[in-house]
Each structure stands twice: as structure tokens, then as C-alpha cells.
């Protein structure tokens, strides 16, 4: 018997099928850098405890890594938590860093079905090590992916990236390991967490808040942004060809001429 809803299915699927073949057939950003926000007024919206929007955003990494990785992009950085996120109630800390134990875990085998590859960038020092771990085993595992690069800002600042390089450039500095003459940007931007991976091509952040709050000042320097009032975990493959389609659009001139 034919069921009607899965017509619908079928047409849905088609529609999106052939949305996605239109988008390849034009240049798809190498490396797509998401602000996740909006959760906690995700959840507020639906009278549930902050975290449940945590929770519900995890769902969306998933699908939107999948995604991203079907499209042919690179890279998908992810900002996951902030070097300023730590002020936030410690119920709340807490569970952001036991999502990755359960994230990780339960997406570990798609990880491996799809070829996705996970790196994390951030300061390492003050993760709890359970976080950390959970982080290295699905790295580990992940390794030999060669499909998308799957890169979490955990525990990251983009300032506090920033002073670590220049502290590191002075010490190889005074050690002869680098000479003054030839710091430029591209061996500055080698000191930086993001020194094996491209710039990003495009910005997204959810949730209608128009700012960078600390993330890759540096590297974003010629990115493409894009925003949207969409709250992180009701973001959609739509959204995300919206603002694929929209970069596709735009005329990235490096201060040159088109
Ligand atoms: C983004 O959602 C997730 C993190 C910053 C960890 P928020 O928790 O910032 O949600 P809002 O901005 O309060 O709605
Ligand atoms: C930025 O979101 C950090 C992450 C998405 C992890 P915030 O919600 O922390 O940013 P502000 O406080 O609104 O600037
Ligand atoms: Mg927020």
C-alpha cells in the first residue's frame, strides 16, 4: 500500500538530493566555522532546564557534520565552549563537559561509517580529563578518516590563542629558533591552534546575536559571515544550504578587485 507520508519522504528527499547536486556544482567553502548558540533560549522557550537545549544541540552536530561532509566541505569547526564559558553555574559547566563522553561515544560509529576525522583545538589545561579523554580516544579512532575534518573549540579564546603564540614566538626568539626578519603572517599563523588547517571560508552564527565573542580574530579576517535567528539546536540541513548558497553568492575580493 502506498502510505502518503512516505510520498512526502520521497519528494522531500528528492527536493534536497537536488538542491545539494545544485550547490556542489559551484565552489563549496573549504571551512565552515559555526558559533552553536542560542540552546540555552531554545530550551527557555520550551519551559525545559538550560541543559536540555545542550542536550537537543548535540543532535544537531551530528546531522550537520554528516552534512557538511556530504557537501564536500573541508573542514567544520565548531565552537562547543568558550575560555569565558567558565562563568557560567557550575550544574551547567558540568554538563557541557560530560557531553563529549556522550556524544562522542554514541556518534563514534557514523564517525567511522562516513570518514570523518575529529580534532579539538583549545586550552587543554583546565578540561576535566574525562572531557579530554573521551576528545583523544574519538581523535584516535578517527585518524585515519580522510573525509571532513570535524574540529571542536573546546576551552578556546581566540585572545588567549593569540598571547600563547606571541609568548611562543618570543621564546624561540631568544632561543634562535626563529629570526625576527622573517616573522610574517603565514609563520604567525603557524604558532596558532589552526596552524595545519585553512582559514575559514564562512562564519555561521545561530541564534540571532551579531558578534565574534573571541572566536579566531585572527583567522577570520577574510571569512564570510553569516547569521541567522535560528537557536543552534533547531538548525536544519536547510539552513545550512541557505548559507551555503548564499556565500556561493558573494564576491570575496581580498581587498583587490573583482
Ligand atoms: C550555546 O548556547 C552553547 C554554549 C555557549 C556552550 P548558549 O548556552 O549560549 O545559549 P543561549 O545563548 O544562552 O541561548
Ligand atoms: C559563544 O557563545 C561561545 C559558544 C558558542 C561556545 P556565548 O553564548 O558564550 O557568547 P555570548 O556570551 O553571548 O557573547
Ligand atoms: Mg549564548
Redesign the pocket.
Known amino acids: 500500500m502506498i502510505n502518503k507520508k512516505n510520498l512526502w519522504k520521497t519528494a522531500d528527499n528528492h527536493n534536497i538530493e537536488e538542491r545539494m547536486r545544485k550547490i556542489q556544482s559551484a565552489p563549496v567553502p573549504e571551512h565552515i566555522a559555526i558559533i552553536?548558540?542560542?540552546?540555552?533560549?531554545?530550551?527557555?522557550k520550551r519551559a525545559l532546564p538550560?541543559v536540555a537545549?545542550?542536550h537537543e544541540?548535540m543532535k544537531t552536530v551530528k546531522r550537520i557534520a554528516k552534512l557538511a561532509n556530504r557537501l564536500g566541505v573541508k573542514v567544520l569547526t565548531l565552537?562547543?565552549?568558550?575560555t569565558e564559558?567558565w562563568k557560567?553555574p557550575k550544574a551547567?559547566v558540568e554538563f557541557?563537559m560530560k557531553l563529549p563522553q556522550e556524544f562522542l561515544n554514541s556518534f563514534l560509529p557514523d564517525l567511522m561509517e562516513e570518514n570523518i576525522r575529529v580534532e579539538m583545538m583549545g586550552d587543554e589545561t583546565q578540561i576535566p580529563s574525562y572531557t579530554l579523554k573521551a576528545v583523544q580516544r574519538a581523535m584516535e579512532e578517527t585518524s585515519g578518516n580522510d573525509g571532513l575534518i570535524l574540529n571542536f573549540a573546546l576551552n578556546y579564546g581566540s585572545r588567549a590563542e593569540i598571547l600563547m603564540a606571541v609568548k611562543n614566538i618570543i621564546q624561540d626568539a631568544k632561543n634562535d629558533i626563529l629570526l625576527e626578519e622573517n616573522l610574517n603572517e603565514d609563520l604567525f599563523s603557524s604558532y596558532l591552534m589552526t596552524n595545519q588547517l585553512k582559514d575559514p571560508d564562512l562564519l555561521i552564527r545561530t541564534?540571532g546575536?551579531v558578534r565574534l565573542s573571541n572566536f579566531m580574530l585572527w583567522q577570520l579576517a577574510y571569512t564570510e559571515f553569516w547569521f541567522t535567528d535560528v537557536?543552534?539546536p533547531d538548525f536544519k540541513d536547510v539552513h545550512l544550504f541557505e548559507a551555503v548558497e548564499a556565500f556561493q553568492k558573494r564576491s570575496r575580493r581580498f581587498g583587490g578587485l573583482s
Open positions: 552553536m548558540d542560542g540552546n540555552g533560549r531554545w530550551a527557555k538550560r537545549g545542550h544541540g565552537y562547543a565552549f568558550s564559558n557560567r551547567e557541557l541564534s546575536e537557536n543552534w
